[in-house]
């Protein structure tokens, strides 16, 4: 498989998750512990809408454009600073800084795939969704995503092949 297939898919499951917690918010209530399978089937196609708010569009706008630029620049200095400015994307939108909410980012990345597991295992309640830990889940896995490509660009320089 090649890179650029595994950066789209991996940007895709984010991206999902991200946008299945911006509906959860809107359609799930406090409540008994719940699948995240059951949470998608309650979801409709107004919850989808409703959690498409200006911050959902400036977010996908600003993750795109990092996925973009890391794709497909040649200068390496550019994607190494793209995937700086998204690990630091979920503290723009997140709002404001203050101790608690670099507390909050910085617990993200660690906390993504224990939310994650949780929710699929159905451990997690109605509050868990209606709060937007989904959302901070999908932030997590977006950090992560930059942190790994962030090292493979610092451990795998790209070279220009030498002319012969």
């Known amino acids: 498989m090649s890179a650029l297939f595994l950066i ?3 940007f895709g499951g ?3 998750l991200w946008l299945i917690g911006a509906a959860a918010t809107e359609r799930i209530s406090f409540g008994p512990p719940i699948k995240l399978l059951n949470v998608v089937n309650q979801l409709e196609l107004r919850d989808f809408i409703a959690g498409l708010t200006p911050k959902f569009f400036l977010g996908l706008a600003a993750t795109l454009s990092i996925v973009v630029c890391h794709c497909f620049s040649h200068s390496r200095r550019l994607r190494v600073f793209a995937l700086v400015s998204g690990l630091l994307l979920p ?3 997140i ?3 203050s101790i608690k909410i670099l507390y909050a980012w910085f617990l ?3 906390k993504a795939p224990f939310f994650s597991f949780d929710a699929i295992a159905g451990v997690t309640d109605g509050e868990f969704y209606s709060e937007g830990f989904l959302v901070y889940t999908a932030m997590g896995w977006w950090m992560i995503f930059c ?3 962030l090292c493979f660009e610092v451990a795998h320089k790209r070279h220009k092949p030498a002319s012969v």
Do not use: K, R, Y
Request: charged share 0%; proline share 6%; aromatic share 6%.
């Open 91 to 93: 503290l723009l939108l």
């Open 147 to 149: 942190l790994v490509l």
């Open 8 to 10: 789209l898919i991996s």
């Open 108 to 110: 993200a990345i660690p």
């Open 14 to 16: 984010i991206f999902l």
């Open 95 to 97: 709002g404001g800084i």
